[in-house]
């Protein structure tokens, strides 16, 4: 099926210290999201974003929390400063539209010590 | 409060059993997504459904958005089976395409 690539997979970060993490969506896909799951629980939705703007963003996207797409290239959350609170697996996903199906990365275990 | 409702926590079965997997939801979700986590974490599409069944080998899922619910069955389960299912739903209308998690089925397959 389609796929999403997130890289890395894993990172380890300084508390304080800024991260960035990057999603390459599927090629054709309009939509992008980033979800947060920490220790295999339940997922959570961070944000959505389209046409160059955040369209929906909860409340776990906290004001340290940007995410962009410069140019067509890869979707990013940054995440500055982090905390440990922000250790989590996080997760890209994108869609063609906004009733279709979304396709999930593989995710990027974050740790913040 | 939490708009989908996931049963059960957790499931074992033994190899060639079978069973169902259960989503509720407190409001009116357009589309349902069914996903399986495995032992690395990856999140695999399972059915993606904005109505009626849907079968693909030994899994079939229905969404009744009517009665809000969804269900996945699991037939002739393998050990490969094993990990957690999710079920994910889009509020509608004008949901952004925000997924709402269950809070996962933890499946366990037995020899």
């Known amino acids: 099926g389609p796929k999403v690539l997130q890289i890395p997979s894993h990172q380890i970060i300084d508390m304080g210290q800024m991260v960035t993490l990057n999603c390459d969506p599927v090629?054709?896909?309009?939509?992008f999201y980033w979800y947060k799951q920490i220790l295999g629980q339940q997922m959570e939705f961070l944000v959505n974003f389209y046409n160059g703007k955040v369209m929906e963003k909860s409340k776990l996207f906290k004001d340290q929390f940007s995410v962009e797409r410069p140019d067509g290239s890869y979707f990013t959350l940054k995440i500055q400063p982090t905390a440990l609170e922000d250790s989590a697996v996080y997760f890209c996903a994108s869609s063609l539209g906004v009733n279709t199906e979304v396709f999930f990365g593989k995710g990027t275990r974050l740790t913040v010590v | 409060g939490d708009q989908v409702e996931q049963s059960p926590s957790a499931l074992s079965l033994h190899e060639g059993t079978g069973s169902a997997l259960r989503c509720n939801f407190t409001?009116?979700?357009?589309?349902v997504q069914w996903f399986q986590q495995n032992s690395r974490g990856s999140l695999i599409n399972l059915f993606y459904?904005?109505?009626g069944t849907k079968e693909n080998g030994r899994l079939k899922s229905t969404f009744n958005s009517k009665e809000s619910y969804s269900t996945l069955h699991i037939r002739d389960a393998q050990l490969e089976d094993s990990g957690t299912y999710f079920c994910?739903?889009?509020?509608?209308?004008?949901?952004?395409?925000?997924?709402?998690f269950g809070q996962g089925t933890v499946l366990s397959v037995i020899p």
């Open positions: 459904l904005a109505s």
């Open positions: 409001t009116t979700m357009r589309a």
């Open positions: 994910a739903a889009e509020a509608g209308p004008g949901g952004n395409n925000k997924l709402t």
């Open positions: 090629s054709n896909h309009l939509y």
